[in-house]
């Protein structure tokens, strides 16, 4: 069975930081085959992390962008999403999610999902 996991959040104050996991089961993830997502209740849901399809370049989202940097460990097939320099306005609900096969490409229907990490930036 087909599973991603997300852990990790909490609540932190304003320029904090938080690590997020992504632990996939059931599957291994291809290099760039994870994807994160962020919704906010009331605005549509915000792609964070993603491979461009048309560029051929990972993709964050420009409001993350330089704080936030997507890694991986192989060995225990988690991608990790590293959230530096937090702000209110980050608060959400976070979500992986991957294709059934191949690379999560930007803006394209994604086959998996965790259930999401709920993280408050908040003082």
């Known amino acids: 069975q087909v599973r991603l996991v997300e852990s990790g959040g909490g609540l932190v104050e304003p320029g904090g930081s938080l690590t997020l996991s992504c632990a996939a089961s059931g599957f291994t993830p291809d290099y760039h085959g994870i994807a994160w997502f962020r919704q906010v209740p009331g605005k549509e849901r915000e792609e964070v992390y993603c491979?461009?399809?048309?560029?051929?370049?990972?993709h964050y989202a420009d409001s993350v962008k330089g704080r936030f940097t997507v890694s991986r460990d192989n060995a225990k097939n988690t991608v990790y999403l590293q959230m530096n320099s937090l702000k209110p306005e980050d608060t959400g609900v976070y979500y992986c999610?991957?294709?059934?096969?191949?690379?999560?490409?930007?803006?394209?229907?994604?086959?998996?999902w965790g259930q999401g990490t709920q993280v408050t930036v908040s003082s």
């Open positions: 491979f461009s399809r048309s560029d051929g370049n990972i």
């Open positions: 999610a991957g294709p059934r096969l191949g690379w999560a490409f930007c803006g394209e229907a994604l086959a998996h």
